[in-house]
């Protein structure tokens, strides 16, 4: 045991690094298709002995190789893509959960490197989970993020995209490129979100598993895969393409008490197909060690003859000799985590190390699997063998040192707006430990509370979007009183209370959200609001100027200090908010033009006519912006200059009386009455009980008789 655990602390401890400093092998495949399907277990893929008909990812193993146990390392699907497409361990990237912030720009990407080869790169993803936000649209000349799937609640449908959509999507960018540049090389990245949570599959897949819609939705996406690997075929492009197809993590399905994934790190969640297909493939080849996805990577690398870079250095080794027949991979040390516990809950989190056949999983309780034996996970062993079990956890150990030593830069806020979709999707959020009645405890023992909390947040976001406020503010009260105490569960009560019109009780919640998380600058922000809807001025005015503390370069919250300021008539502070906010926001058009109102009231003409102009050279699309320069310019006697900045208005938006309104105004005090009446009648005919257009009109009967 010993010589085995110091052959696994060599690539643990960085002393080895796989896949690099090599020479690439002989160029192989020209292009590269990448597909990862959300959330697909693995024994649910024929080839792995699942019982769901996936005849065309069994194809493509036949036609290529298969992974017989492939492994993600966190289940979730931010971190498991950052970890395919960079070759690196969670640790050594940072990116350990669905709301960390974005892969940082010094650890390269497949997509980068692909790109400085020459490929043209196209990424369709079908989850807000990998918006561009992730940073994972680093090298892709095609980043398409779109959001319009069937969610079972309407803000579900700018969250996800439907797999049919994006397939087509993708096959048109194929097609586009095939047309327009034949001699290029291709890179596609195609993700799809079914089978994730909510199970939704369409004819005739629903009728055909009714009563099993996972699998259900597994048939359809497996269709899907049959779509584009038809159309690369269709368009000559089969026999130089590598295609690779993996998901990102498993599901419970009930297992072990967990319905969906993201809490445990059992197989069911962890274990993930990977098949492989195209030129320095090996047809029929079976893999029998663990595949990691860290070795994707390299492994594609290799296989499109491109090295892979130097620094930093690689946790993943590349499968291409195995791929190619020549010789078996050996098997490696998987690294494996879940820090949801940890993170949102408080309670412990879950570090997991595998080799071949044993799997130790360390917890307050520590388990050890022979997964051999006990695929299910059903036994633990730690007790009944107890050396083996400290073996692992030594090896554990090196994993969790060298975690120490790394010092990933991946810092910075969370966008408020992603943690809101993340939650009614049903991932919890929060960049900080969650305090819970039970700190540090075992997460075996805490997934009634996970379930019921999780549960509890979705269906209180889904709620609250619906403006339901009583039903979402029983939601996250429940949560509470559970003894479990969040981030987001004190700010979306305090947002429901708002709406609530209780905003003395939601301001104790919003000073709790600042406190857990001070770079929130919504929290900031609905602090704000709760204090001025109490009459708090002062305190409201305090708890933006509280929030530049963390967030220094938050152009918002200085904005709505200087709106405040503003409806206060404290006109130099306003000012002053104003023009510190503006470097902080350079394409925000309507900052300027509200400056330039200020400066218009302060009699300031030239100056504010200048801010205004900014405006619109900043943000030439906004009719706000039109309509504000000319009034100033029309009230300062520069009709000719109004009258076209308020026809532009006009132009950007006619759905607003007052546009319509101002130019038949400018055009009446040039003297153009005639010209002027069409857009009188206009904003009337917009907004009957507009006096300013009924009175103009009138004035304009007896001018025009005569």
């Given at each position: 045991?010993?010589?085995?655990?110091?052959r696994?602390?060599?690539?643990?401890?960085?002393?080895?690094?796989?896949?690099?400093?090599r020479?690439?092998?002989?160029?192989?495949?020209?292009h590269l298709?990448?597909?990862?399907?959300?959330?697909l277990?693995?024994d649910r893929?024929?080839?792995?002995?699942?019982?769901?008909?996936t005849?065309?990812?069994?194809r493509?193993?036949?036609?290529?190789?298969?992974?017989?146990?492939a492994?993600?390392?966190?289940p979730?699907?931010r971190?498991?893509?950052?970890?395919?497409f960079?070759g690196?361990?969670?640790?050594?990237?940072g990116?350990?959960?669905?709301?960390?912030?974005?892969?940082?720009?010094?650890?390269?990407?497949l997509?980068?490197?692909?790109?400085?080869?020459?490929?043209?790169s196209?990424?369709f993803?079908?989850?807000?989970?990998?918006e561009a936000?992730?940073?994972?649209?680093?090298?892709?000349?095609?980043?398409s993020?779109s959001?319009?799937?069937t969610?079972?609640?309407?803000?579900?449908?700018?969250?996800?995209?439907r797999?049919?959509?994006?397939v087509?999507?993708a096959?048109?960018?194929?097609?586009?490129?095939?047309?327009?540049?034949?001699?290029?090389?291709?890179?596609?990245?195609?993700?799809?979100?079914?089978?994730?949570?909510?199970?939704?599959?369409p004819?005739?897949?629903?009728?055909?598993?009714?009563?099993?819609?996972?699998?259900?939705?597994?048939?359809?996406t497996?269709?899907?895969?049959?779509?584009?690997?038809?159309?690369?075929?269709?368009?000559?492009?089969?026999?130089?393409?590598?295609?690779?197809?993996?998901?990102?993590h498993?599901e419970?399905?009930?297992?072990?008490?967990?319905?969906?994934?993201?809490?445990?790190a059992?197989?069911?969640?962890?274990?993930v197909?990977?098949?492989?297909?195209?030129?320095?493939?090996?047809?029929?080849t079976?893999?029998?060690?663990?595949?990691?996805?860290?070795?994707v990577?390299?492994?594609?690398?290799?296989?499109?003859?491109?090295?892979?870079?130097?620094?930093?250095?690689?946790?993943?080794?590349?499968?291409?000799?195995?791929?190619?027949?020549?010789?078996?991979?050996a098997?490696?040390?998987?690294?494996?985590?879940?820090?949801?516990?940890?993170?949102?809950?408080g309670?412990?989190?879950l570090?997991?190390?595998?080799?071949?056949?044993?799997?130790?999983i360390?917890?307050?309780?520590?388990?050890?699997?022979?997964?051999?034996?006990d695929?299910g996970?059903?036994?633990n062993?730690?007790?009944?063998?107890?050396?083996?079990?400290?073996?692992?956890?030594?090896v554990l150990?090196?994993?969790?040192d060298?975690?120490?030593?790394?010092?990933?830069?991946?810092?910075?806020?969370?966008?408020?707006e992603?943690l809101?979709?993340?939650?009614?999707?049903?991932?919890?959020?929060?960049?900080?430990?969650a305090?819970?009645a039970?700190?540090?405890a075992?997460p075996?023992d805490?997934i009634e509370?996970?379930?019921?909390?999780?549960d509890?947040?979705?269906?209180?976001?889904?709620?609250?979007?619906?403006?339901?406020?009583?039903?979402?503010?029983?939601r996250?009260?429940a949560?509470?009183?559970?003894?479990?105490?969040?981030?987001e569960?004190?700010?979306?009560?305090?947002?429901a209370?708002?709406g609530l019109?209780?905003?003395?009780?939601?301001?104790?919640h919003?000073e709790?959200?600042?406190?857990?998380?001070?770079?929130?600058v919504?929290?900031?922000?609905?602090?704000?609001?709760?204090?001025?809807?109490?009459?708090?001025?002062?305190?409201?005015?305090?708890?933006?100027?509280?929030?530049?503390?963390?967030l220094?370069?938050?152009?918002?919250?200085?904005?709505?200090?200087?709106?405040?300021?503003?409806?206060?008539g404290?006109?130099?502070?306003?000012?002053?908010?104003?023009?510190?906010?503006?470097p902080?926001?350079?394409?925000?058009?309507?900052?300027?033009s509200?400056?330039?109102?200020?400066?218009?009231?302060?009699?300031?003409?030239?100056?504010?006519?200048?801010?205004q102009?900014?405006a619109v050279?900043v943000?030439?699309?906004?009719?706000?912006?039109?309509?504000?320069?000319?009034?100033?310019?029309?009230?300062?006697?520069?009709?000719?200059?109004?009258?076209?900045?308020?026809r532009?208005?006009?132009?950007?938006?006619?759905?607003?009386?007052?546009h319509?309104?101002n130019l038949?105004?400018a055009?009446?005090?040039?003297?153009?009455?005639?010209?002027?009446r069409?857009?009188?009648?206009?904003?009337?005919?917009?907004?009957?009980?507009?006096?300013?257009?009924r009175?103009e009109?009138?004035?304009?009967?007896?001018s025009?008789?005569r």
């Open positions: 045991m010993r010589t085995r655990i110091a696994w602390l060599l690539p643990v401890l960085g002393l080895v690094a796989s896949g690099c400093g020479a690439p092998s002989p160029p192989g495949a020209r298709v990448l597909v990862t399907i959300d959330t277990r693995a893929v024929g080839v792995y002995g699942g019982a769901v008909a005849p065309r990812l069994d493509i193993a036949r036609e290529g190789a298969w992974a017989a146990e492994s993600a390392h966190v979730l699907t971190p498991s893509h950052v970890s395919l960079t690196r361990l969670p640790a050594e990237t990116v350990r959960d669905n709301i960390s912030p974005a892969v940082v720009p010094d650890t390269p990407l997509a980068e490197i692909l790109k400085r080869a020459g490929f043209q196209a990424a993803v079908s989850s807000v989970v990998l936000s992730s940073g994972l649209n680093r090298g892709f000349d095609t980043y993020a959001f319009e799937g969610g079972d609640a309407q803000f579900l449908s700018s969250l996800q995209r797999g049919d959509l994006t087509a999507d096959i048109a960018w194929l097609e586009e490129r095939r047309r327009d540049t034949p001699a290029a090389r291709l890179h596609l990245w195609l993700h799809l979100y079914e089978p994730h949570d909510p199970y939704e599959p004819e005739p897949y629903a009728t055909r598993y009714a009563g099993r819609l996972y699998d259900g939705e597994v048939a359809y497996d269709e899907l895969v049959g779509r584009l690997d038809d159309a690369v075929a269709r368009l000559g492009l089969r026999d130089e393409t590598l295609l690779l197809v993996t998901s990102d498993g419970g399905l009930g297992e072990h008490g967990e319905a969906l994934h993201g809490f445990f059992y197989q069911t969640t962890l274990r197909p990977l098949l492989v297909r195209g030129p320095g493939v090996r047809a029929g079976r893999l029998t060690s663990t595949a990691r996805l860290v070795d990577f390299p492994t594609v690398l290799d296989l499109l003859g491109l090295p892979a870079p130097e620094q930093p250095r690689l946790s993943g080794a590349s499968l291409a000799t195995a791929l190619r027949g020549e010789a078996p991979a098997e490696p040390v998987t690294y494996a985590e879940s820090l949801v516990p940890l993170l949102h809950f309670w412990s989190d570090r997991v190390v595998r080799e071949g056949r044993w799997k130790y360390q917890a307050p309780r520590s388990e050890l699997f022979d997964l051999e034996s695929p996970e059903r036994t062993l730690a007790a009944t063998q107890p050396a083996r079990a400290e073996a692992m956890r030594r150990a090196g994993f969790l060298a975690e120490r030593r790394a010092a990933p830069a991946n810092a910075g806020a969370v966008p408020p992603l809101e979709k993340l939650g009614a999707l049903g991932y919890v959020g929060g960049a900080a430990p305090e819970t039970t700190p540090g075992d075996k805490r509370d996970f379930r019921f909390a999780n509890a947040i979705r269906n209180g976001l889904l709620l609250l979007h619906a403006k339901d406020y009583a039903a979402s503010a029983a996250f009260e949560v509470l009183r559970r003894g479990i105490s969040s981030f569960i004190h700010f979306y009560l305090a947002r209370l708002v019109r209780r905003a003395r009780e939601a301001v104790p919003f709790e959200a600042t406190r857990r998380q001070p770079a929130h919504s929290a900031w922000e609905g602090l704000a609001e709760g204090r001025a809807l109490t009459g708090d001025m002062p305190g409201a005015i305090e708890a933006l100027r509280q929030g530049q503390t963390p220094p370069r938050e152009a918002r919250l200085r904005l709505a200090e200087a709106r405040l300021l503003l409806d206060l404290r006109r130099p502070e306003a000012r002053r908010a104003f023009e510190a906010a503006l902080l926001a350079p394409k925000n058009g309507r900052a300027r509200q400056l330039g109102e200020l400066l218009r009231e302060m009699g300031e003409v030239e100056a504010a006519i200048a801010r102009r900014e050279e943000e030439p699309t906004s009719a706000y912006c039109w309509n504000s320069l000319g009034m100033t310019l029309g009230g300062n006697a520069r009709l000719a200059e109004a009258e076209q900045a308020f532009e208005a006009w132009r950007l938006d006619d759905k607003d009386h007052r319509a309104f038949g105004l055009l009446v005090r040039q003297g153009r009455p005639q010209e002027a069409p857009f009188l009648e206009k904003a009337l005919e917009i907004n009957p009980a507009f006096a300013p257009a009175d009109l009138r004035a304009l009967k007896p025009a008789q």
